[in-house]
């Protein structure tokens, strides 16, 4: 079993819906937790962190839910250049810096 | 804004040859990682260092060394290229408190033929 699991998708979804990913997590002990976009042949960026209370930025909206081990990402209102794949990334542990990728979810948004 | 630059964005070398790739961040971090990217695979991390001279395996070290010898600057070096090493290679940088985010480089694409 992976450490970081993603459903994989793809997702595609008309401009205006609402899309929704989660991640699961096997190790208890993680502290931190991420959201990163990656666009085609370029490098992962970080959309969000993702706190214990839940956080919203515009129209992104992230939550963990320790308890079951996952974290989610919610989008509304998709835009076209929502398109990307979109990786959960947890760290934590022993050593705070060293962080797992999920295989990332992707995600086209079609007019 | 932090900046995580590689040296390289395309690199082709031939089996056997030693490969060095160099990555220089400016924000004083004190972690440093090289990870590779492969389509199936996600993110594997090779190598990390929470300080100068200091480095730690990752999950795919077999192939790889890596140097730090100054805080900035963090080298993934290929012994002898094999072409199993062709892949997208990615440096990133973090503090080293917890739920500080990495800050990637811009990738390599290396191919060993």
């Known amino acids: 079993r992976k450490e970081v699991e993603q459903d994989p998708g793809p997702f595609n979804v008309p401009e205006g819906a609402t899309v929704a990913f989660n991640c699961t997590y096997s190790?208890?002990?993680?502290?931190?937790f991420f959201w990163y976009r990656q666009d085609c042949r370029k490098e992962p960026k970080l959309l969000m962190s993702?706190?214990?209370s839940g956080n919203e930025d515009g129209r992104f909206t992230a939550q963990l839910n320790r308890a079951s081990q996952y974290i989610s990402l919610l989008i509304r209102d998709s835009k076209l250049s929502d398109s990307a794949t979109y990786l959960c990334?947890?760290?934590?542990?022993?050593?705070?810096?060293?962080?797992?990728f999920g295989d990332g979810t992707t995600l086209t948004v079609k007019p | 804004d932090v900046k995580v630059t590689q040296s390289s964005r395309y690199l082709v070398k031939r089996t056997g040859e030693k490969v060095f790739l160099e990555c220089v961040q400016d924000?004083?971090?004190?972690?440093m990682f090289w990870y590779r990217q492969d389509p199936g695979l996600g993110l594997r991390l090779i190598y990390f260092?929470?300080?100068?001279?200091?480095?730690e395996k990752g999950d795919i070290p077999e192939g790889y060394s890596v140097s730090r010898e100054k805080k900035e600057r963090f080298s993934l070096i290929l012994e002898s290229a094999s072409t199993n090493q062709t892949s997208m290679y990615l440096c990133?940088?973090?503090?080293?408190?917890?739920?500080?985010?990495?800050?990637f480089g811009n990738g390599t694409r290396l191919t060993v033929t």
């Open positions: 990133a940088s973090s503090l080293v408190q917890p739920n500080s985010p990495l800050h």
């Open positions: 190790n208890s002990a993680s502290q931190s």
């Open positions: 993702v706190y214990s």
């Open positions: 990334v947890v760290a934590g542990g022993t050593n705070a810096g060293k962080s797992t």
């Open positions: 924000m004083d971090h004190e972690n």
């Open positions: 260092s929470y300080d100068v001279k200091m480095k």
